[in-house]
């Protein structure tokens, strides 16, 4: 990993894939992502893309800087800033939950930069009972923060608190057949949140929380959708019970150019319950819209594609 000072933060990032290749994926995460959650996805990419994933400003080991309320519009601005500095004339923009929304944001301020967009689990506003359950999250952040301060950031509170967060969140982010299935994933994936979460973490995601809910106020997404052109595709997974696929539905009829695909038995954590399926989708989209892929590639990847998702 490697981390590059834009924008006013220090932002950690990772450059894969094929390096030689004309075209980039830009992985964005949701609200408590690390980088490393697209690994099983980019895999399905990294043959014909060069790929970059990285934190946002205030998320697990990028900086977390508080002389201002976090926005979208600055979101979309610091992930400008990194294409910048990494050379990146445009790309193929792939965000999931929260990483959704602000790769729509982006495309609505640079849409010439945006090849594609798929968008993940998001929405596009944000209703009483969207705003009550991430709320939840927040609290449960904000909680962290004051009693790792109280208990001068020992470890056994960072991860009681690591344990607290993530099973907090564990009914919103599964559909139950996953849950069932993948007892000991879920349990590593608590193992990963004791060890390192820390005080910024849960400090910055109360700041992303905060940001989340301006979708509500002054940053609506929803009347702006007409005006993205780019191709788009839009995921959204069939027992999501936090972003349901209704969001999705309103982002595929006011986004002119989109196609909307609804993952079956899937929950919120689309990339971490079928990243395989996922990552295929997302490479067939891409061939079918990006004229610099060749013929044949194109035709590989819509018949693998094609015999990964039905």
């Known amino acids: 990993m490697s981390t590059i000072k834009i924008n006013g933060f220090e932002c950690r990032y990772e450059v894969s894939g094929n390096l030689e290749a004309k075209n980039t994926v830009i992985f964005i995460n949701g609200i408590a992502n690390s980088l490393e959650t697209w690994n099983q996805v980019k895999e399905h990419l990294a043959s014909n893309f060069k790929t970059i994933t990285y934190d946002l400003r205030g998320q697990w080991f990028s900086e977390v800087t508080s002389d201002k309320p976090y926005s979208f519009h600055d979101m979309a601005e610091d992930l400008d800033a990194l294409m910048e500095a990494l050379d990146v004339e ?10 959704g929304e602000i790769a729509l944001w982006y495309a609505l301020m640079y849409p010439q930069k945006v090849k594609t967009l798929s968008v993940i689990a998001s929405v596009s506003e944000v209703t009483a009972l969207l705003q009550r359950q991430v709320n939840r999250w927040r609290t449960i952040a904000l909680e962290a923060v004051q009693d790792i301060d109280k208990n001068h950031g020992d470890k056994i509170t960072l ?152």
Request: glycine fraction near 6%; charged fraction near 25%; proline fraction near 6%.
């Open 159 to 310: 991860k009681k608190w690591g344990h607290n967060f993530y099973q907090g969140a564990v009914p919103e982010l599964y559909a139950n057949s996953f849950l069932e299935e993948n007892y000991d994933v879920v349990e590593q994936r608590d193992m990963v949140f004791q060890e390192n979460c820390h005080r910024d973490f849960f400090k910055g995601h109360v700041y992303l929380c905060d940001m989340f809910f301006r979708l509500r106020t002054d940053e609506k997404l929803t009347p702006r959708l007409p005006e993205i052109s780019t191709p788009t595709l839009i995921v959204a997974g069939e027992k999501d019970v936090i972003k349901p696929p209704c969001f999705s539905e309103i982002m595929a009829r006011n986004i002119p150019n989109s196609e909307l695909r609804v993952m079956k038995d899937t929950g919120h954590a689309v990339i971490n319950e079928k990243p395989h399926e996922l990552g295929e989708m997302i490479k067939v989209f891409l061939f079918k819209n990006d004229d610099d892929m060749t013929t044949p590639e194109m035709e590989a990847a819509a018949i693998k594609g094609s015999m990964a998702i039905n």
């Open 90 to 99: 445009n790309a193929h923009l792939v965000g999931t939950s929260l990483g």
